[in-house]
């Protein structure tokens, strides 16, 4: 096996050598608009294949065709792959970053678009989440091939294009396609924790449909929005009912609903129509999401009124599941938090986490499966999926240094 404590000297030099390179590459990868919605990402992948291939690694581009985008409300995505084979037989490592961000809202300091430092930060969207580790994983592949170490194993960077949107067409589209067939998988993350588990989430679109009425004899109609009190109430109901559902998963908290969207009616002298909610539920680790769709809508079905004239539909608009630790995780677990804690000086341990994000897709499909990368503590913090979201160099430099580590460990020969 090689020697961590041996390696270690050669993958930091490696890592001082490249740094500035390697703060310009994600530089350029936060300058290349990405938002999601509306997801029109193939031309951003494209551009950051050739900044890839300029660092002299060859890049497979893999277009998903449009009848897996329209489902996602995606326009364009093409994922890319890196793969580099080292010695024979050992374990092939994928290592997942997304490069879709969402749009970056008002209320910023700097351009988005800028990547400008200050303070010894990065400041522009995706620049935490998660281009930063389009450059973490690709600058420690980098120095493990300059530190010439003697391995054995095969390291594939996706990078790919619609967490934002689920992952379905990224990471599960590149898993369905046999495109990849991983032993074990790193996803983007913050530097201080390694994460195991996350929740999941549905999304539910609930359509109550009435009858219009002249507003002077409302009971002519069928009215959708009185219809849609009953359901409401319930569902606030069950939201501090979930209050006292909580995960036996350290750092996931209890399960959560809220209604983020509501629409309908015709105008101010009409008795509405239609009304359309739409609702956002995050499973613990422990739940079933088919399990808990099946609970919510017939909770939301005897919650409607039995009145005439009036449906209640239930449509899913998304479901993913929540990650949940595969037997073999503790292979990624212990060398990353071993190394993790030498590099930054701070205790680093395994948690969860109260989001959801693409990872999950490697676990379904049975590949032991963990969160690690460059960033702060939370994404409070880095102002992830907010105004000024940004990045401390010095977490990208260390998370490098934690990849490269575990890389060369993994790796080694045998």
């Not at 660092?55 to 277009?63: D, I, K």
């Not at 009215?223 to 939201?239: M, S, V, W």
């Not at 036996?248 to 209890?254: D, L, P, V």
């Given at each position: 096996?090689?020697?961590?404590?041996?390696?270690?000297?050669?993958?930091?030099?490696?890592?001082?050598?490249?740094?500035?390179?390697?703060?310009?590459?994600?530089?350029?990868?936060?300058?290349?608009?990405?938002?999601?919605?509306?997801?029109?990402?193939?031309?951003a992948a494209e551009a950051a294949a050739e900044l890839v291939e300029a660092?002299?690694?060859?890049?497979?581009?893999?277009?998903v065709p449009e009848a897996f985008l329209r489902p996602y409300g995606m326009r364009s995505v093409t994922n890319l792959v890196v793969r580099r084979r080292f010695g024979a037989g050992g374990p092939v490592i994928a290592l997942n970053a997304h490069g879709d961000v969402v749009p970056p809202g008002d209320g910023w300091t700097a351009d988005p678009?800028?990547?400008?430092?200050?303070?010894?930060?990065?400041?522009?969207?995706?620049?935490?989440?998660?281009?930063?580790?389009?450059?973490?994983?690709l600058f420690a592949l980098k120095a493990i091939e300059a530190a010439d170490l003697p391995l054995a194993g095969t390291v594939e960077l996706h990078l790919t294009y619609d967490e934002e949107a689920g992952g379905f067409v990224g990471p599960q589209w590149l898993i369905a396609q046999g495109l990849t067939k991983p032993d074990l998988a790193i996803s983007a993350g913050?530097?201080?924790?390694?994460?195991?588990?996350?929740?999941?989430?549905?999304?539910?679109?609930?359509?109550?449909?009435g009858h219009q009425a002249h507003a002077a004899?409302?009971?002519?109609?069928?009215?959708?929005?009185?219809?849609?009190?009953?359901?409401?109430?319930?569902?606030?109901?069950?939201?501090?009912?979930?209050?006292?559902?909580?995960?036996?998963?350290?750092?996931?908290?209890?399960a959560k609903l809220t209604v983020g969207l509501i629409s309908g009616g015709i105008n101010t002298n009409v008795v509405p129509d239609r009304v359309a909610l739409r609702l956002d539920r995050r499973l613990i680790p422990e739940e079933d999401g088919e399990a808990v769709e099946a609970a919510l809508i017939a909770l939301i079905e005897a919650a409607a009124p039995k009145t005439?004239?009036?449906?209640?539909?239930?449509?899913?608009?998304m479901l993913a599941e929540p990650l949940k630790p595969l037997a073999g995780v503790e292979?990624?677990?212990?060398?990353?938090?071993?190394?993790?804690t030498t590099v930054l000086g701070v205790p680093v341990e395994a948690t969860g986490v109260p989001l959801y994000t693409d990872a999950r897709h490697y676990a379904a499909a049975g590949v032991p499966t963990v969160l690690y990368g460059a960033g702060p503590r939370s994404i409070l913090e880095a102002n992830a999926h907010s105004a000024d979201e940004h990045l401390q160099l010095a977490d990208l430099k260390a998370a490098t240094n934690v990849i490269a580590r575990t890389l060369a460990e993994l790796l080694a020969a045998r």
């Open positions: 096996m090689t020697d961590a404590s041996a390696a270690a000297p050669k993958l930091a030099a490696a890592i001082d050598a490249q740094f500035d390179t390697e703060v310009a590459f994600l530089a350029e990868m936060v300058r290349l608009p990405t938002d999601n919605p509306p997801g029109d990402c193939a031309p660092l002299g690694f060859p890049v497979e581009r893999h277009p678009y800028g990547a400008e430092i200050r303070g010894g930060a990065m400041y522009g969207r995706g620049a935490a989440v998660s281009k930063s580790d389009f450059a973490t994983y913050f530097s201080y924790a390694v994460t195991v588990a996350h929740n999941g989430c549905l999304h539910l679109e609930v359509l109550v449909r004899m409302p009971e002519s109609g069928a009215d959708a929005l009185e219809a849609a009190t009953p359901i409401l109430a319930a569902l606030y109901a069950e939201r501090h009912r979930l209050a006292a559902v909580v995960s036996a998963e350290k750092g996931i908290g209890s005439p004239g009036i449906d209640v539909e239930c449509r899913r608009i292979r990624l677990v212990d060398p990353l938090t071993r190394h993790a």
